[in-house]
């Protein structure tokens, strides 16, 4: 059982900016794609971005495209999300979730563990 652990939310003004961070039990994450999601009180669970820690590569939802960036710290085996210009609709829960098949990573079910999540507001 691989336990997530995310850290960095908090409360923002729009425009502002906050990073995110999620840090595991196992050793590495080199054997998983690694996702960002959020989900905003009475909305349905949206997908962020992930990284396949192997290579690197990405992928965001339309809706924070340009203004948040996932990367990875294999020393320090932690992902980052790096939200810039928050806005009040990024307002919610943000989970982090680790997937081992490269399937179904724009929805939930393509996950096989999630972090507890970290609350992140973003007032006018």
């Known amino acids: 059982q691989v336990q997530l652990v995310e850290s960095g939310g908090g409360l923002v003004q729009a425009g502002g900016s906050l990073r995110l961070s999620c840090g595991a039990s196992?050793?590495?994450?080199?054997?998983?794609?690694m996702g960002w999601f959020r989900q905003a009180p009475g909305k349905e669970r949206e997908f962020v971005a992930f990284?396949?820690?192997?290579?690197?590569?990405?992928d965001y939802g339309d809706s924070v495209k340009g203004r948040f960036t996932i990367s990875r710290d294999n020393a320090k085996n932690l992902v980052t999300l790096q939200m810039n210009n928050l806005q009040t609709d990024d307002t919610g829960v943000y989970y982090c979730a680790a997937a081992s098949r490269f399937s179904r990573l724009r929805d939930g079910s393509g996950y096989d563990y999630w972090g507890q999540g970290t609350q992140v507001t973003v007032s006018s």
């Open positions: 196992e050793p590495t994450f080199s054997r998983y794609v």
């Open positions: 990284i396949r820690w192997s290579s690197g590569s990405t």
